[in-house]
């Protein structure tokens, strides 16, 4: 992947939207689709950086969660870090049209994020990564 943002976020939810206004800004440099920079980039940027505070870097005040942007090939790629443990990606989706998911209030950003990124990996290593990648015309 060729990055074009690299940045580290302290640990509060406060900061997430500048981080998405700034990540918008450098996809648009990169040329994103106005449809996927409005809609699909926020939206699903919004809600792993909201995962990575408030659940992978909850217990550490001080944490830092560290956001990545660049293209592979034709492809959007999308990185968000924190120091957590990591988590079952496949375990921890749910469908929040199922019937025994309409009540339930977890799960429903991973949906998203899937729904509106052409892949959606989790990988661990030192600490957690989410990286989301988007086809690009």
């Known amino acids: 992947m060729r990055v074009a943002l690299e940045m580290a976020v302290p640990n509060d939810v406060a900061q997430i939207e500048r981080v998405v206004a700034r990540v918008v800004a450098t996809c648009a440099d990169l040329h994103v ?39 592979a090939d034709r492809s959007l790629v999308l990185e968000v870090a924190d120091e957590g443990p990591g988590f079952d990606l496949e375990a921890c989706t749910r469908d929040p049209t199922a019937p025994e998911n309409i009540e339930r ?10 729904r509106l990124m052409d892949r959606v990996e989790r990988y661990g290593g030192h600490g957690n990564v989410v990286r989301m990648v988007l086809e690009l015309p």
Do not use: K, W
Not at 46 to 57: D, H, K
């Open 105 to 114: 209030e977890d799960g429903r950003g991973l949906f998203l994020m899937r």
């Open 33 to 71: 689709p106005q449809r996927q920079l409005h809609f699909n980039v926020p939206v699903a940027l919004t809600e792993a950086l909201s995962n990575a505070i408030l659940y992978g870097s909850a217990q550490q005040g001080d944490a830092l969660v560290t956001v990545r942007a660049g293209l």
